[in-house]
Every structure is written in C-alpha cells, then in structure tokens.
C-alpha cells in the first residue's frame, strides 16, 4: 500500500506521465492543402478585387467611402471655406 502511495506522488509530481500519447494533438492536415487563390497586393492587379488581400480591401475601401462623403459634403456645403468680410465703406 506505501508503494501504491509513492507511486502516485510522483505521477502527481509529472505532469507529462498523466497524459497518454494519444491524447496529444497532431496537425497532420494543417498547411498541406491549397485552398482557392492566391491573394496579392491591389496594385498588382487593380482591376480584380476578388484577389486582393484582405486588409488591402479594406484599405482601399474605407478610403473610397471617406472620399465619396467628403467629396459629398463639399458638393451639398457649396464647398465655402471661410468668408472674407466686405467693407462697408467703398
């Protein structure tokens, strides 16, 4: 009974004799496949979108909605900047 005892002391002491060989994790199947295309950078290809990267889609889109409302602002404001006070006098 001492010897079951001080068995299991050490196994708790061990913590990579408590898991089995089978229970740890393989990737076998992680980057051997080739999924859809390739993406590449917009300027590359700037006419296919459907190929570009990811965060260059995102890039070039979120600047396109920036230029489009800016662009409608100053259409609708009249694009006024600053009014110049007329003297009175002349």
């Known amino acids: 009974m001492a010897s079951f005892a001080r068995r299991a002391m050490s196994l708790a002491q061990i913590p990579s004799a408590r898991v089995p060989a089978t229970v740890c994790q393989r ?30 889609f995102v890039l070039i889109s979120l600047s396109g909605w920036g230029l489009l409302f800016y662009s409608g602002y100053k259409l609708f404001t009249g694009g006024k900047g600053e009014e110049k006070p007329v003297d009175a006098a002349q």
Not at 28 to 46: C, I
């Open 27 to 56: 990737r076998g199947l992680a980057g051997a496949a080739d999924h859809g295309s390739t993406k590449v950078d917009f300027w590359k290809q700037p006419t296919n979108p459907g190929n570009w990267k990811e965060e260059h």
